[in-house]
């Protein structure tokens, strides 16, 4: 496939739903799965310290007493909430673990990383999923466990993914100027936040993304060469 741009970058940074997987497989199978055990799973493993700390981060985030209600309606309403996306990890480990599923990984993703770290260029991830749910997604991948080919692993706990500061803050722990980090998304909405706190940008459009024109865009990680900095 023939090279569209060619980037000089100190830092990768990739989105995974719509970017580097099918939005269907955390739609239709993880968003699925958690919807169908997540009161037995409550039930079952609420007394743990780690989800009864959840329980109450629940309730004091949603002002609703009833932290099982308030988690049902998040999710149901796809509402990115801190807590139930700890608790989703946590739901998902179950399911990869007992062998529910696997997470799949366009066909163009494991050259790109490969080629990356072969140059010795640092991949970093920004999901709104957990960093535990991000782990569990890389180390039970269709292509194997593949948490080695990452340095470095960032949830909503930097801030809101269409806010500029939250990139901000990914590229001060990565202790690298903004303009050297170069970040992968299919979502309009996150690339403006990103190229507004000024790391570099490119749209990745595959499965019905909305192409925006603002930003160059690829539809293979094979139209695209990265070099160090």
């Known amino acids: 496939m023939t090279v569209k741009y060619r980037f000089f970058a100190g830092l990768v940074l990739v989105d995974i739903e719509g970017t580097i997987s099918p939005i269907s497989f955390v739609r239709d199978t993880l968003f699925a799965y958690s919807c169908e055990h997540l009161a037995s799973f409550l039930a079952e493993r609420g007394h743990e310290p780690a989800v009864a700390a959840i329980l109450e981060e629940t309730r004091e985030q949603s002002g609703d007493a009833d932290a099982l209600r308030a988690l049902l ?3 149901e309403q796809d509402i990115k909430a801190p807590p139930l996306k700890k608790l989703q990890g946590l739901i998902w480990e179950r399911g990869y673990t007992e062998g529910a599923y696997k997470a799949p990984l366009y066909p163009d993703v494991l050259g790109a990383l490969e080629a990356w770290k072969a140059i010795g260029l640092p991949v970093h991830v920004y999901s709104s999923g957990s960093v535990k749910a991000q782990e569990l997604f890389f180390r039970y991948s269709t292509v194997g466990d593949i948490r080695a080919r990452f340095a470095g692993f960032h949830d909503t706990g930097v801030g809101n993914k269409q806010v500029p500061a939250s990139y901000g803050r990914i590229i001060e722990i990565a202790g690298i100027p903004a303009s ?20 570099q940008v ?5 499965d019905g993304t909305v192409a925006d024109a603002r930003f160059p865009q690829i539809s293979s990680f094979d139209q695209i060469a990265v070099d160090p900095a």
Not at 180 to 199: K, Q
Not at 202 to 206: A, L
């Open 202 to 206: 490119v749209q990745v459009v595959k």
């Open 73 to 75: 309606a998040w999710q």
């Open 180 to 199: 050297s980090a170069l970040f992968f998304s299919d979502n309009a909405g996150e690339l403006a936040a990103a190229s507004d706190a000024g790391l």
